[in-house]
């Protein structure tokens, strides 16, 4: 019987796609993981989203400190 490496793609490379393919790569070491994007960083959408969310997520600090 012939082994076969697993093989795995993911596509994105902002935020999502490339915690996906760490979390893969960390369970599944032997596991062959692409990534598929038509842009990367710092091109994607979570480079300019994620300031917009963290700000979200942070309370009781002044606007000026979050600045």
């Known amino acids: 019987e012939m082994s076969q490496k697993t093989r795995v793609c993911v596509i994105g490379a902002g935020v999502v796609g490339l915690s996906s393919a760490v979390r893969i790569q960390d369970e599944l070491p032997h596991c062959d993981v692409t990534l598929l994007a038509d842009r990367f960083s710092p091109d994607t959408t979570s480079d300019g989203s994620s300031g917009i969310w963290l ?3 942070v309370g009781g ?4 400190l979050l600045r």
């Open 55 to 57: 700000l979200h997520l």
């Open 61 to 64: 600090v002044s606007q000026d």
